[in-house]
């Protein structure tokens, strides 16, 4: 499980050195493009999609867990008339930010889901990629995810009203590379960029739900993801000058290696990612 120290490393570069490459709304992870080639329409349908999955109205009160830089509740709110909702991250400085974007109904907290407490209970919850952080490869390679992953569907379960949806994104891995070069950046990756956590296969998902959650749909967009982290790349190498005299030449040489490596790893079905809609049961 990725700790705060980990989590910062992953997410505490700088609000402003992702500010440049992200979307405006700074949603870091896979945009769905569905009749559109822009990545901040792609980010909505993204977020659209979750919104039906998790059968969001503007009644309900929704949960965001590793709510990022605060992207998928303001969308709730903001575009859908969510009125009551809380996003929980580890990261201090997402937490900044969310809080001075000031969405009205909207909460924030700095907090491990472990230790989450919710004083009332939600009709629905959205995680997008956030189960990533669950487990390390090492506990992976000792059998204990799957424990893990049922533990943080069971919170969840717990704290949600009889009748919630849950609408979930995460990566996958699928495929081992047999080229040592693409193996030694994905594990170079895994380990510089995203400590502590590792993607998910399809399988520990379908185990890890039961008894909680019943799957509804899976949608899996694979091609959507090679194409969010090529136009991240893109945006990124844009802004190489800056980013190189403000943040140094390591910072910028380590983005590009992790997004032309995401890239890769999507075109090469090393890694996919998955849509779910989850039902709870009763
Ligand atoms: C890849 S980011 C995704 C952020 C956001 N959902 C988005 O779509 O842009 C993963 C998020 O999970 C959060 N996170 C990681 N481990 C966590 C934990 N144990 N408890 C709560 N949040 C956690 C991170 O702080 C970060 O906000």
Same mark, same amino acid.
């Given at each position: 499980m990725s700790n705060q120290e980990e989590v910062e490393v992953s997410y505490d570069v700088s609000n402003d050195f992702f500010r440049l490459w992200l979307d405006e709304k700074m949603n870091y992870t896979c945009a769905l493009y569905i009749d559109t080639d822009n990545l901040e329409e792609a980010q909505n349908k993204k977020l659209e999609w979750l919104h039906d999955a998790a059968h969001i109205t503007p009644d309900s009160r929704v949960l965001d867990i590793?709510?990022?830089?605060?992207a998928d509740l303001e969308y709730q709110c903001n575009v859908k008339g969510v009125k009551d909702a809380v996003g929980i991250t580890l990261s201090r400085s997402q937490h900044a930010e969310c809080v001075s974007?000031? =969405?009205?109904g909207a909460e924030f907290l700095v907090t491990d889901y472990r230790d989450f407490k919710p004083t009332k209970k939600f009709d629905a919850v959205i995680s997008i990629?956030?189960?990533?952080? =669950?487990?390390t490869p090492e506990e992976v390679r000792e059998g204990k995810h799957i424990k893990a992953y049922r533990d943080y569907f069971k919170k969840a379960h717990e704290w949600t009203n009889p009748g919630a949806y849950f609408g979930l994104q995460t990566i996958l891995r699928n495929r081992v590379p047999r080229i040592k070069q693409h193996l030694v950046d994905i594990n170079w990756l895994t380990y510089a960029i995203f400590p502590g956590g590792l993607s998910l296969r399809l399988e520990d998902i379908v185990k890890a739900v039961n008894p909680y959650w019943e799957i509804m749909e899976v949608q899996t967009r694979r091609e959507h993801y090679e194409k969010t982290c090529a136009e991240w790349l893109r945006r990124m190498r844009s802004h190489e000058d800056h980013i190189r005299a403000t943040w140094g030449d390591q910072v910028f040489d380590d983005y590009d290696r992790y997004l032309r490596t995401c890239v890769l790893g999507f075109q090469e079905h090393y890694q996919s990612l998955a849509q779910y809609s989850l039902r709870r049961i009763d």
């Open positions: 590793g709510c990022g830089w605060g974007r000031d =969405i009205p990629c956030m189960m990533e952080h =669950i487990s």
